[in-house]
């Protein structure tokens, strides 16, 4: 059996069967219109201090990518955009109500999800999970800023 291959099968397994457990969670709390796409320039977003430039690295994109995105969560109701105190050409970009209470439900939605793990693994040894996890992970354009 070659580990490397189980491992990448499990792995990509696990994250698709979160993400998809989150985004039914969200839809059924009246998220409907969000993708998973969505949660993570969520997640970038209400960091602070972003641009659509900002948010194309975040996620990896070019930047007419981000800008559709970005239209598409503004005319959805859950991202505004400001001035930007420093730069006039640059736009920043806020969660509104809507898309604070969008991240709230997904947080509480990935809690849920990986709750069954932490009940199968135990605290002491899905806290050692979670660390592995920490050095193993990418410190490329979608890794949570932590």
Do not use: C, N
Not at 7 to 15: G, I, Y
Not at 57 to 85: D, F, S
Not at 89 to 115: E, I, Y
């Amino acid at each position: 059996m070659d580990d490397a291959l189980v491992f990448s099968a499990l792995v990509l397994a696990l994250s698709g069967q979160l993400v998809q457990e989150i985004h039914t969670t969200v839809s059924q709390q009246g998220f409907e219109d969000l993708r998973p796409a969505h949660g993570f320039a969520f997640g970038r977003i209400s960091a602070g201090g972003a641009t659509t430039a900002d948010l194309a690295e975040h996620l990896g994109v070019t930047k007419q990518a981000a800008a559709q995105l970005v239209e598409e969560l503004v005319r959805k109701g859950y991202v505004e955009r400001h001035p930007h105190p420093h730069d006039r050409r640059a736009r920043l970009l806020a969660l509104t109500a809507t898309g604070w209470a969008a991240t709230r439900a997904a947080d509480q939605a990935a809690r849920d999800a990986v709750s069954a793990w932490r009940e199968v693994l135990g605290e002491a040894r899905f806290g050692e999970l979670v660390a592995d996890l920490a050095r193993l992970a990418p410190k490329g354009p979608i890794r949570p800023a932590w």
